[in-house]
């Protein structure tokens, strides 16, 4: 553990006032929603929530997309995301001329992906559901992003996201921990997964989390581990960097938390050099000025620039800057563990299949 990584512990640690008055707020907050005090809205139809409890990078991007090649081949869906750090406000749908500043980084990562389902943005989920199913005819589901802790609407089914290495169980609330809602609204979860597992995780490392998870009787856990393919180039996919030790990365990136990709990094090349920013940072012609001074002063000759599919959503704007350089993009992807993704992928069919609409009056 370095010093600025004992610093920021310790800091955290002197604003425990400030997390417990947040907490209390939100205890409040959930009380009165679950009093029916403040109102969640219900829709005659198929809802799919994907969320968490805590701040920072669970996987639910990589969920997203993870649900929609499942769905995709059954079901007309579509996505519904806040689109943060979006210039634009209100609801959304992506085009063919959209970019990832009017509708937000993940949603347009999603639209470029799978360009046949819908996708949109809309800070009020209660506003955008109806703009979703005027505007898309047909229209079979919604799979709402990172919404699980926004109680104005009342998803169908709620998968919560909590990681591997900090799990929500063992949390306390902002600032002092990561928890931006109470560790008691994961009851409102029907499907939980463990996120950036080890792959061999062991059956009984499992079942020693699910006992500190306490999950319900009708909920059920699951495990999965993160995969990463092979890089392909920002502007061209079908032009692909097999990593080899020989090797020398200059890793980009702003994401919530890049642990594993160093890890990664370590282990595939020979050396790698990081430059981060901020969570959903939208990157300057400045910082691309610097992006390519650090990869000119790189003196070897098996070198390449890597990013990861969020920032490269926010880096493409710069088309002629970078045609030159060899910059790569690295996917990544949920992969179930101890067999147990179909089961997974059979729960969440026969929800959208088998949906019926029960209102709490």
């Excluded at 709402?144 to 990681?163: C, M, W, Y």
């Amino acid at each position: 553990m370095n010093f600025n990584t004992i610093f920021l512990k310790s800091f955290r640690v002197l604003l425990l006032p400030l997390a417990i008055l947040y907490g209390l707020i939100i205890i409040i907050r959930n009380y009165l929603f679950d009093k029916q005090y403040l109102k969640s809205a219900e829709f005659n139809f198929p809802i799919i929530c994907v969320g968490n409890l805590a701040v920072g990078g669970t996987g639910k991007s990589p969920m997203v997309e993870y649900l929609i090649r499942q769905l995709r081949k059954d079901f007309k869906i579509a996505t519904l995301s806040r689109g943060y750090k979006r210039k634009t406000k209100g609801y959304a749908l992506a085009n063919e001329y959209t970019t990832a500043l009017e509708i937000g980084d993940e949603p347009m990562q999603f639209h470029i992906k799978f360009p046949e389902i819908a996708v949109a943005s809309c800070e009020e989920r209660i506003v955008g559901i109806p703009h979703l199913l005027q505007d898309v005819s047909g229209l079979q589901a919604i799979i709402l992003d990172d919404a699980f802790q926004h109680r104005s609407v009342k998803a169908g089914l709620n998968i919560l996201l909590t990681e591997y290495s900090n799990l929500y169980s063992q949390d306390i609330f902002l600032p002092t921990g990561d928890l931006r809602d109470q560790r008691a609204s994961a009851k409102r979860a029907q499907l939980i997964i463990v996120t950036k597992c080890p792959e061999n995780i062991s059956p009984e490392k499992k079942q020693r989390i699910i006992r500190q998870l306490r999950p319900t009787a009708t909920q059920k856990v699951f495990f999965t581990t993160i995969e990463y393919g092979t890089p392909y180039h920002i502007f061209n996919i079908g032009d692909e960097w097999h990593l080899t030790p020989r090797d020398e990365v200059l890793l980009v990136c702003g994401i919530a938390n890049p642990k594993l990709l160093k890890e990664y990094l370590l282990e595939k090349s020979h050396t790698y050099y990081q430059q981060d920013y901020s969570d959903h940072h939208i990157f300057s012609i400045d910082d691309l000025n610097e992006i390519k001074q650090i990869f000119t002063d790189i003196h070897a000759k098996d070198k390449l620039i890597l990013t990861t599919e969020k920032d490269a959503v926010r880096l493409a704007k710069f088309t002629e800057e970078l045609a030159s350089l060899p910059m790569y993009v690295l996917p990544i992807r949920h992969r179930f563990l101890f067999e147990e993704g179909e089961q997974f992928n059979e729960l969440v069919t026969d929800f959208i299949r088998n949906f019926s609409f029960n209102p709490v009056l």
